[in-house]
């Protein structure tokens, strides 16, 4: 039995930058982290006592998943993959072989984990440098943070549709993005007050949200003005937009202001996670192979519901019944003796 834990993520600066239409060109960046919220997956060998040979468990973004059970599969086979490599084979499964519509932060964040600084190079190779912080600093800059579900499902790959495809004609935008992500760095790095890191990320919604118009709408604008009109000083839809969380950067003093202002939303605290996918439970089982290759041969009847065993005898019982009484009604012959 193998159980994988992965890592789900916040991205603040240079989301976009990340697919690979435009990073092959001209390169990319993101500053993002991992937090405390997670994926979990299960896995195993099924003994022969199932009619299936598999089953599919989890929750989740796309690359938390896609990240977990390639992890959870490895392990499966006795082999630890390193981060590295399951960074780089998640982006393959994904933007290769099912072909979504996906950038590459989400995969190298869920292996690798932390507060990174992720740079995409024109020939593909991917570095992931953490960011290096005073425990006191992290703890600061978390503690301004705060996540809001907005109540709106959407397919991530749907809303990116709308302007990767066309990602060229984005080069203002994009390259605006990428450069936030090194003055947001420069902040953090020569203990800036605080306050302007959420300025900055305010400056990447409005660029981000010019990329398309399946971005934003008029219910997460409203949410966003309500933020901003209650004490917050930036803030961004988390991953392609649409909809799904929304990140808010708020001085801690005013958070209770801005939880009241959303007060119809859901509030997810957080922290930031220094870890990325992990096996957290490994326990190898009893070998069945033999008994599942006896079973090869073997036909063995079909599982059915209980119920539906109770319906058949039910029936037959009511046949018998009937049966019992139409014999009752007919007259015994005479006895000839």
Not at 89 to 108: C, F, L, P, R, W
Not at 156 to 178: C, F, G, H, P, W
Not at 277 to 301: A, F, M, P, V
């Amino acid at each position: 039995m193998i159980i994988s834990r992965t890592p789900y993520r916040i991205s603040f600066f240079g989301g976009g930058t990340d697919y690979p239409a435009w990073y092959t060109k001209h390169g990319g960046a993101v500053l993002a982290t991992t937090i405390d919220k997670y994926c979990y997956i299960t896995c195993r060998y099924l003994p022969p006592f199932f009619e299936h040979k598999c089953r599919r468990s989890g929750m989740g973004s796309s690359s938390a998943f896609t990240v977990g059970l390639l992890n959870a599969l490895y392990a499966l086979k006795g082999y630890m993959p390193t981060k590295h490599q399951l960074a780089m084979e998640s982006i393959h499964i994904e933007q290769n072989m099912i072909k979504e519509t996906v950038g590459s932060q989400d995969q190298a964040l869920a292996a690798y984990g932390g507060f990174n600084h992720i740079q995409f190079k024109p020939n593909n190779e991917i570095s992931v440098r953490p960011v290096i912080m005073t425990a006191e600093r992290a703890r600061e800059l978390n503690s301004y943070f705060m996540l809001f579900y907005t109540g709106i499902i959407r397919t991530a790959a749907t809303i990116a549709d709308s302007y990767v495809n066309d990602i060229e004609s984005r080069k203002r935008q994009l390259r605006i993005m990428k450069d936030l992500v090194d003055e947001s760095l420069s902040l953090l790095n020569n203990n800036s007050d605080l306050s302007g890191f959420g300025e900055l990320m305010h400056e990447a919604w409005q660029a981000k949200r010019s990329l398309s118009t399946s971005i934003s709408n008029s219910h997460v604008d409203e949410i966003y003005n309500l933020a901003i009109n209650a004490g917050a000083i930036g803030g961004k839809i988390t991953g392609a937009g649409g909809g799904g969380f929304m990140l808010l950067f708020v001085p801690p003093e005013l958070q209770t202001k801005v939880k009241v202002a959303l007060k119809k939303l859901i509030h997810v605290p957080f922290k930031f996670n220094s870890e990325g996918s992990q096996i957290i439970y490994y326990s190898h089982e009893e070998d069945y192979s033999n008994q599942e290759q006896e079973r090869s041969g073997q036909k063995i009847l079909p599982f059915q519901e209980l119920s539906n065993i109770s319906n058949k005898e039910a029936r037959l019982s009511t046949k018998a019944k009937t049966t019992k009484s139409k014999n009752a009604q007919i007259p015994a012959a005479a006895s000839t003796f």
